[in-house]
């Protein structure tokens, strides 16, 4: 998942800052196929529960948007120091790591409280009478979680490479929450509105963690076994 780390640091800020026009600019910010995503209802794909608008946007444009923006920016950041070939975590880089996990932690307390209280957040997927699909989130939003606190938590002098990892972890679980959002914009450029379509791209953004934490665990796992001094090793 190395390989992987700058291109998902790039998509995380790019979509942190998107939020922030979505959710201050609304409308004016306009993307063929997005009126046909988000709405109250079950014709819209991305279905959202009745309640204050004006105060959900407020919370997600402080939360994705703005804290976002400054968490990944600091996440890119980190990325810059990795392409440096760092070895151990700087005062500078434990802040920036701190910052990032703090975003990664209120996005796992978030998503926990919508898999398991009823009636939480916006996204209602009832109308897709899937709601086996909340245990997948609820296994997503822990880990993804964890590794933010772990960051939250990062001391000077420690493991760069642990640092690197989880923070990458942390962008992939993000960028696999908007599979989704993503999959319906391009139904909808091609005129591709079919239900069976829209439940297969839901249960594949909720169910990708599954498959892409363990193995990201076994790989990373067979990388510190041959690591000789032992360096980012994970407990």
Known sequence: MESAEAPLACFGIGLSVLTILWQTQGHACYIPGYDAIWGTGESFQYPRRPGNDLIWRAIYASMYGFLGTAAQYSGLRITTDRLNRKKKVTKTTQQRARLFGLFHSVLGVHHTLWS?????????????????????????????????????????????????????????????????????????????????????????????????????????SKANSKDDGGEGKDD
């Open 116 to 220: 398991v209280v009823p009636g939480y957040g916006r996204l209602d997927l009832s109308h897709y009478d899937m709601p086996w699909l909340q245990g997948f989130a609820l296994m997503q939003s822990v880990y993804t979680g964890y590794q933010g606190v772990r960051l939250l938590l990062t001391e000077e002098g420690s493991s760069f490479r642990d640092v690197v990892r989880r923070k990458t972890i942390a962008d992939a679980s993000s960028a696999m929450t908007v599979i989704g959002a993503f999959g319906f914009l391009f139904m909808n450029w091609f005129g591709l509105r079919d239900r069976k379509i829209e439940k297969a791209l839901w249960v594949i953004t909720f169910t990708a963690p599954a498959v892409v934490f363990p193995m990201e665990a076994y790989f990373s």
